[in-house]
T-cell receptor, first 115, second 113 residues
């Protein structure tokens, strides 16, 4: 069974540009969450999508947005990039059962560098 | 919101000895506590988790304990091996699930051969 796939693995962008990152969850997983990982702030929750709807949101500015498609694939977008947006962006997928989400499986992440 | 504190930030252990990492959480409504291992260049990998209706869980050399009253939980690794070297993160969430994980700041564990 294929794991969580994130593309691209590495990305270099200039301040002010925008970027779109992609995440393909494990087959059958309908919940996709995004996290930002930096040395200073650690792992921080961005948002979670389930059935094409944003179900949870972290404390990030509106420049960070996302969406989920009918096949559960998800994208996140960051507009007007700032140097501080340089980070490893991680996507995690989960099954959803009657008790809620099951364990989260993480992808390898997209390393974004803003110059 | 939830706040998770993790200690120590770095830990060096002789191969074969035990390692213990501790976390505390602030939100009494949190009821799911997973532990992740992250190796260089990879995403976090779940190694064990515990729900608030259980006090202890063990999986081979790895165990987790939870004290709901004190709001802290710990990871115990016994008979450590060089491949245990990695960064370990604790996390907490509500709803027994992974909808919104709050992570600790991580512990870099080094196993000394």
């Amino acid at each position: 069974k294929a794991g969580v796939t994130q593309t691209p693995r590495y990305l270099i962008k200039t301040r002010g540009q925008q970027v779109t990152l992609s995440c393909s969850p494990i087959s059958g997983h309908r919940s996709v969450s995004w996290y930002q990982q930096t040395p200073g702030q650690g792992l921080q929750f961005l948002f979670e999508y389930f059935s094409e709807t944003q179900r949870n949101k972290g404390n990030f500015p509106g420049r960070f947005s996302g969406r989920q498609f009918s096949n559960s694939r998800s994208e996140m977008n960051v507009s007007t990039l700032e140097l501080g947006d340089s980070a490893l962006y991680l996507c995690a997928s989960s099954l959803v059962n009657q008790r809620g989400n099951t364990e989260a499986f993480f992808g390898q992440g997209t390393r974004l560098t803003v110059v | 919101g939830e706040n998770v504190e993790q200690h120590p930030s770095t830990l060096s252990v002789q191969e074969g000895d035990s390692a213990v990492i501790k976390c505390t959480y602030s939100d009494s409504a949190s009821n799911y506590f997973p532990w992740y291992k992250q190796e260089l260049g990879k995403g976090p990998q779940l190694i064990i988790d515990i729900r608030s209706n259980v006090g202890e869980k063990k999986d081979q050399r790895i165990a987790v304990t939870l004290n709901k009253t004190a709001k802290h939980f710990s990871l115990h690794i016994t008979e450590t091996q060089p491949e245990d070297s990695a960064v370990y993160f604790c996390a907490a969430s509500r709803n027994f699930g992974n909808e919104k994980l709050t992570f600790g700041t991580g512990t870099r564990l080094t196993i000394i051969p």
